[in-house]
């Protein structure tokens, strides 16, 4: 693995996407949901939301690395909010 | 009641998600643990955090180069689009020419990329090019080494030339699956060319349009090999594409941690954009059947 040039907080972050898909792959079996419209007007289900509050998350941290530029942690706050509003609303 | 989604179908992805595994996913985690390290080579690797993303972020040579990405990509999307349907409203629709234009059409998507920017390179060239040569003789200052104007017109004639006959054919089977009635009940209202077109061809044709907008924005997007071989990026960096800036610094300067950081985020864009693509296809998809 030592060409991969692996780090503690990249295996982490890897961790941590690896076991939500996970997770979330285990909900959509256990618990089958019908898709519904939120305010984008597009139908999602929980992993498409999933993948919206990803992609936006790192969008997030690339903004508040560009804008703000120091104390990255709480950007991940930010995510949180985000990734709560996806749930709710989308 | 509405029916329930069943996700199971998805363990049926699990073998190409294997072969992906090896040729994407396994690459790009790597290029991730590259962005937040520096190395002098050697396999060996220093801790550098988020300071490449920073750096990259305020980096004005990527920013010049995303404009100059995006302007590539805006003006080959606004010509081949129209000249797509142009060209596929015009097609004769059965019959031996039909298939003669077909078959002419799809002979430029059989070629390779740098078999393409080879030809144009030699074909713009003043000294024994036929088009740069012409152009020469009937006074025009054509040279894409030297001027951005002709450079820029070189590359973009190229993609059209490349590309539209891909818009065409997809624009051509839209075309070919509206039913008769339609044109029909066009005529019986005296409905004009123009209405006949805004209203039965472009609706009907809106979900191949869109594949085909897709298709092109996304290999657009990515271009690499047929500017890089006319025009190297040159002339100065005004062709230098993100593609290509991003192999500069990643071969050329072996700046792995900064070229990795790029990659990231141009992946990033090149994902939002797909998604937002996917999803008004699917929708639109829907809103039809």
Not at chain 2, 157 to 186: C, E, N, R
């Amino acid at each position: 693995m030592d060409w991969m040039a692996w780090t503690w907080p990249t295996a982490i972050f890897f961790a941590v996407i690896a076991s939500l898909l996970i997770t979330f792959t285990v909900l959509a079996i256990k618990f089958p949901e019908t898709p519904r419209t939120g305010i984008l007007r597009i139908e999602t289900t929980r992993g498409d939301r999933l993948f919206i509050t990803l992609l936006g998350s790192a969008f997030i941290n690339l903004a508040w690395l560009g804008i703000v530029g120091a104390q990255q942690p709480y950007a991940l706050i930010v995510c949180l909010i985000y990734a709560a509003a996806v749930f709710r609303w989308v | 009641m509405e029916k329930t989604v069943n996700q199971k179908a998805w363990f049926l992805v699990l073998p190409v998600l294997l072969l992906v595994a090896f040729s994407a996913v396994i690459p790009l985690m790597t290029v991730v643990n590259y962005s937040v390290q520096d190395t002098f080579g050697n396999n060996q690797f220093f801790w550098a955090g988020l300071g490449w993303f920073e750096k990259m972020l305020r980096s004005e040579r990527m920013w010049d180069a995303l404009g100059r990405q995006l302007m590539f990509s805006g003006i080959i999307l606004a010509i081949e689009i129209p000249l797509g349907i142009f060209v596929a409203l015009n097609m004769p629709k059965s019959g031996f020419w039909s298939s003669f234009c077909l078959v002419l059409m799809s002979l430029p998507l059989l070629i390779p990329w740098n078999v393409v920017g080879t030809i144009w390179q030699i074909f713009g060239r003043v000294d024994i090019g036929l088009l740069g040569y012409t152009l020469d003789a009937l006074g025009i200052n054509y040279n894409y080494t030297q001027d951005i104007l002709a450079a820029w017109v070189t590359i973009i004639v190229m993609d059209v030339w490349h590309w539209t006959s891909l818009v065409a054919l997809l624009a051509f089977a839209g075309l070919k699956s509206i039913p008769d009635a339609y044109y029909q009940a066009a005529k019986i209202d005296q409905a004009s060319r123009w209405k006949v077109f805004r209203f039965i061809e472009l609706p009907k044709m809106m979900g191949v349009l869109m594949i085909a907008i897709l298709l092109r924005f996304m290999d657009s997007f990515m271009i690499y090999t047929e500017p890089f071989v006319v025009t190297g990026g040159g002339p100065g960096n005004a062709t230098t594409l993100l593609s290509i800036d991003l192999v500069k610094m990643a071969l050329g300067q072996f700046d792995l941690g900064p070229a990795a950081a790029f990659s990231i985020m141009y992946f990033l864009v090149i994902l939002l954009i797909s998604w937002v693509f996917y999803t008004v296809m699917t929708n639109l998809d829907k809103r039809e059947g």
